[in-house]
Structure formats: structure tokens, C-alpha cells
């Protein structure tokens, strides 16, 4: 459960206080507003991601954890821009791959690359540009890339 409790947070003032609210596992929910009512920066404080000069408090905490303090990379949580945002040097099976865990190598990389191409419905698309890819196509990757690396919120 992601659980974020009594959040504050601005720049040069706050933007955003007494924000709480809680997605259980499994759930989904959506957050809209209109431009720079602090949505991204929201996602940012969530999922870890630096802003320069931002002044936050509150609590955030996903599986009772509080991942407010933690670096990036120990939160466990995962995130999808509207753009897709592969790496344009590797290919689409080597961006898949980018998302898997250091541990998992040789054949079971592979393996997992393919599951991921199938469960896009883009087998054989592995050794492929991500240039080529459609819109459609690249967020899909991007997608199966994010779920690959087993987040435990997806933002």
C-alpha cells in the first residue's frame, strides 16, 4: 500500500499542504489537475526523483515503510512519463533488459526479455531501434521495462 500522509511541499512558498491519501496493492488511481498544480512534483517526491530547492514534509510510506528518506533506487518504485523514454543507444530487447535486476542473468535474462517482447505482442522486436518503433509500440516497452524491474508502485 502506498500511504502518503499530511504532505507539504513548495519552492519559494508551499504549493501543495495537508495532502493524504492511501492506494491500497492492486488498486489504481488517478491524479489530475490543471498545469503546475504540483502533480509531477508530486510523482517526483514519491518515487525518489531530486528537484532542486524543493521544501517538503509529510510522511511517505509503501508497505509501511517510509521510503521519504530513502534513495532513489531503494524505494522500489516505478515510473512512466507520457513519453516513452528509451534509451536510444541500446535496442528495444536491451532496453527490456535495463529494467531486470543485476542478479538475473545469462539464459533467464534472456527469457525474461522474451516473456516481456510476447507480453507486448512484440516477439521478434528484440533486436530492433527503438526509432522504429510506433508511439504505441515504444510505450509498451517502456511499460513492460518499468514492470521488469519489479516495482512495488507503479507511478
Known sequence: MLEVSALEFGFDRPLVKGLSF?????QIRLLHGPSGCGKS????????TPIFDINWAGK???????????PTHRRKVGLMYQDALLFPHLTVGENLAFG????????ARYVAVQDALAAA????FGQRDPAS????QAARIALMRALLAEPKALL
Open 133 to 136: 518503433l510506433s508511439g504505441g
Open 121 to 124: 505482442s512484440l516477439e521478434g
Open 22 to 26: 492511501s492506494v491500497p496493492k492492486g
Open 41 to 48: 512534483t508530486l510523482l517526483a517526491l514519491i518515487s525518489g
Open 100 to 107: 531486470l535486476a543485476s542478479s538475473i542473468r545469462g539464459r
Open 60 to 70: 511517505i510510506r509503501l508497505d509501511g515503510i517510509d521510503v521519504g528518506s530513502l
